[in-house]
């Protein structure tokens, strides 16, 4: 039974690679040192996997910024921009951050996320006339470089269709695969290559197969690996983060050597695919969960894999659902987690562990150490059953209707708040968060490591927030906000505060290039034990009488920015975050705060890939959303906040949250989105952002005026907000305050015109 793996985290435990990579940016590291460090790094990762009994190690996993940047490399995917001579390493790094120690800076390639991941991946640009040939070695030096250090390895690589397919054709319209024919010879050179280095299996990764594929698309699967099927070496096809059942007929019948499935995604795809396999054909099972931190139940997977085990023999493979590289690297790091915790916990590494343990179970089921694994499982399920909050449990399931609606519809809501607030036509307002500067970060880690007394922090902030609100008075902003000073992130200030969460030192997981995220881990039934924010909003509003707005940070992307538990529907899950923001919404309304926003921008992320699948999550995401939303009064003002700007395949679900008001990034797509707003006739008010917080540039009065002009043309007058695009906390005053000037500017400009 081979246990293999799919891909290792590149980016060290501690993060290594991370801050090589940037030493290397500033110019503190030579190129030569960079590539030593990645090399050690490599080496490590070969190794513990290795150990832990893995017979197929990935290569091509590794990658200085993205492994999709690097296959655009390999295949001489370069836009011309960036291409400045042969290909190397500052070539990647210009194509993926506009600049590098060497050569001229150009445009960055753009940058999206990668399926329904939190990872983010370098679009290949594409012209009519793309030429593909072998351009950058890296692959083959990883595979020679294993070898030296006496590993069996399988190349891993996205195939030629999701390649395509997550490629932006670039100048004149033509359709994308026109070019498969081209790409297929660069694959077959690729795969030659590999075969002359002793090579026996190559992983082509096809995620695409997850989505519903135009039969186009369906037809270009069939035809490249009919192509494919001339290489002198196996492939393994693999697909991963969501069911790729729909098209089981069309993959059963690719001539490949083998397949692999994420079975944690859709477990119900293994008898399918079982059922079609053919004699020589081998099936990896993805069954550790690449995607999650919590420990397998390892028994139970034992008891299902058991019958295909016996079927199949050594054709069955063992694996993870998905590349590791979505999970945090080691949990024995972290040193300062409840035993309880841990012991539910297993990180990339524990990951592979589990992999061999489940490989015992299957195998000698009945020896003492099988036997041992089996009793842990069980006796953990047991103590995860007994932590449970019955009090949560009970209230979620006591939920009805009317906990789900405002007391009134959004009509009547309005007239009582514009008697409330008289605000002019065209409020102004922000998003919530003010520069974090410097200082301020200097704070909080004085404060964390204990340097500095709580009281003495807050005071600190206090003082922050004091001058964040008199600069706003100054500007003559309508709605004001606190600041956000004493978050960190919006949503770990959350969940440091939630029952039910919890948070590691060094679970890092890469987001994009050097960027990491940490993200909370929600174990148990998440409550609120006490007001998480009140104290700050009841500071800010005292300093003024204007309205300043209660700053929270929506269920929906508390849940999607988390690792989540899984022994719940996420459904439930997000009625428990539901309601600890109901709570907190009740409390700020009972202070005094009379407008609170309460922010989704990851409402979108959580789409699941398949449209089919659109409306189940739509449900529940909007119903929690309304459910921590609705204990606000009617003349309490409800403002919601995303930053993205694609509303056209779930305007209906946007207006069925029933914020007040939302505020939206719009300013780079020169309003055009919000024709769907217009054609769906929304009926709420709007706040369409006019100025692009991602770039340090002042927007001038006349831009301002202007797109708000658009927006009038699309949007009766009386229902918009005049706002930039996001929050503030990533620029720096100097910036901050021309902008906003010149935004409070044209919007008297504008109720001059009207
Ligand atoms: N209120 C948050 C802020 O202004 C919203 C952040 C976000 O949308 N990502 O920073
Ligand atoms: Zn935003």
Redesign the pocket.
């Known amino acids: 039974m081979t246990l293999h793996n799919l891909g290792f985290p590149r980016i060290g435990r501690r993060r290594e690679l991370k801050f090589a990579l940037e030493q290397y940016w500033r110019g503190e590291l030579t190129q030569p040192q960079l590539l030593a460090q990645a090399a050690e790094l490599r080496r490590t990762h070969w190794q513990w996997q290795a150990d832990a009994g893995i017979d197929l190690l990935p290569v091509g996993d590794f990658a200085y910024y993205d492994q999709v940047l690097t296959l655009s490399a390999t295949l001489g995917v370069i836009p011309p921009r960036h291409q400045q001579g042969a290909i190397d390493l500052d070539t990647l790094f210009r194509v993926a951050r506009g600049r590098a120690p060497s050569g001229q800076p150009a445009a960055a390639a753009e940058m999206t996320k990668y399926f329904n991941t939190n990872y983010h991946y370098l679009v290949p640009e594409l012209s009519s006339e793309q030429q593909f040939s072998i351009s950058w070695p890296q692959l083959f030096d990883e595979v020679k470089e294993a070898q030296a250090l006496g590993h069996r390895v399988k190349p891993v690589l996205l195939g030629p269709i999701t390649f395509l397919h997550l490629a932006k054709t670039v100048g004149n319209a033509f359709d994308k695969l026109q070019l498969l024919p081209q790409l297929l010879q660069a694959y077959q050179q690729l795969l030659a290559q590999f075969a002359e280095l002793g090579v026996e299996w190559v992983q082509l990764d096809e995620p695409a197969l997850a989505l519903a594929l135009a039969p186009d698309w369906q037809q270009a699967y069939a035809t490249a690996y009919a192509t494919l099927q001339a290489a002198p070496v196996k492939l393994l096809l693999a697909s991963y983060y969501g069911s790729v059942a729909h098209h089981q007929s069309l993959i059963s019948a690719l001539p490949v050597a083998g397949l692999h499935l994420d079975l944690v995604t859709a477990p119900e795809q293994l008898p399918l695919f079982v059922a079609a396999l053919r004699d020589e054909q081998v099936l990896s099972a993805g069954v550790i969960n690449g995607r999650n931190v919590w420990a397998a139940e390892l028994d139970l997977l034992a008891q299902t894999l058991a019958p295909y085990a016996q079927q199949l023999g050594e054709r069955l493979w063992l694996a993870p659902s998905c590349s590791l590289l979505h999970s945090p690297v080691d949990l024995a790091l972290e040193t300062e987690l409840a035993p309880e915790l841990k012991s539910r916990l297993a990180f990339a590494r524990q990951k592979l562990a589990e992999l061999q343990q489940l490989q015992l179970l299957l195998q000698h089921p009945t020896s003492a150490d099988a036997l041992a694994i089996a009793t842990r499982c069980q006796q953990r399920r047991a103590q995860q059953a007994a932590a449970a909050d019955i009090k949560v449990a009970a209230r979620v399931a006591a939920l009805n209707d009317a906990d789900f609606k405002r007391h009134s519809e959004f009509p009547q809501r309005q007239v009582q708040q514009q008697a409330k607030f008289r605000l002019p036509l065209l409020p102004t307002t922000t998003?919530?968060?003010f520069p974090q500067t410097a200082a301020i970060r200097q704070l909080r880690n004085r404060w964390r490591s204990g340097e500095l007394a709580a009281a003495e922090y807050t005071r600190l902030l206090q003082q922050i927030t004091r001058d964040t609100i008199e600069r706003q008075l100054k500007l003559g902003l309508d709605v004001l906000v606190h600041g956000?000073a004493e978050r960190n992130d919006?949503v770990e200030y959350f969940g440091e505060q939630l029952n039910g969460v919890g948070f590691t030192r060094f679970g890092w997981v890469q987001s994009y290039g050097s960027r990491c995220v940490k993200p909370p881990l929600i174990y148990g039934d998440v409550s609120r034990p006490q007001p998480m924010t009140l104290a700050w909003a009841e500071y800010a509003q005292s300093l003024t009488d204007k309205p300043v707005k209660g700053?929270l940070t929506g269920p929906v992307t508390i849940l999607h920015w988390s690792f989540v538990r899984e022994d719940l529907p996420r459904e439930t899950i997000a009625y428990q975050l539901g309601l600890a923001i109901r709570d907190e919404v009740a409390d700020l309304q009972q202070a005094g705060i009379t407008i609170i926003?309460i922010?989704e921008?990851a409402f979108r992320e959580g789409l699941p890939l398949q449209q089919c699948d659109w409306q189940e999550y739509l449900r529940w995401a909007v119903a929690a959303f309304r459910l921590s939303a609705s204990v606000a009064k009617d003349d309490t003002q409800i403002h919601t906040?995303m930053?993205y700007s694609e509303f056209n395949d779930t305007i209906e679900a946007i207006a069925a949250m029933d914020a007040d008001v939302i505020t939206i990034e719009t300013s780079r797509s020169h309003m055009e989105l919000l024709d769907v707003f217009e054609a769906f006739e929304y009926p709420n008010e709007i706040g369409p952002g006019v100025y692009d917080i991602h770039s340090p540039n002042i927007p001038t009065v006349a831009e301002m005026v202007a797109l708000m002009q658009q927006a009038a043309k699309r949007i009766p007058v009386r229902q918009l907000w005049v706002n930039p695009d996001?929050?503030?906390?990533t620029r720096s005053w100097d910036e901050v305050e021309p902008a906003l000037q010149n935004m409070v500017a044209a919007a008297r400009e504008l109720r001059r015109q009207l």
């Open positions: 998003i919530g968060s956000e919006m700053m926003q922010d921008p906040h930053c996001c929050g503030l906390k």
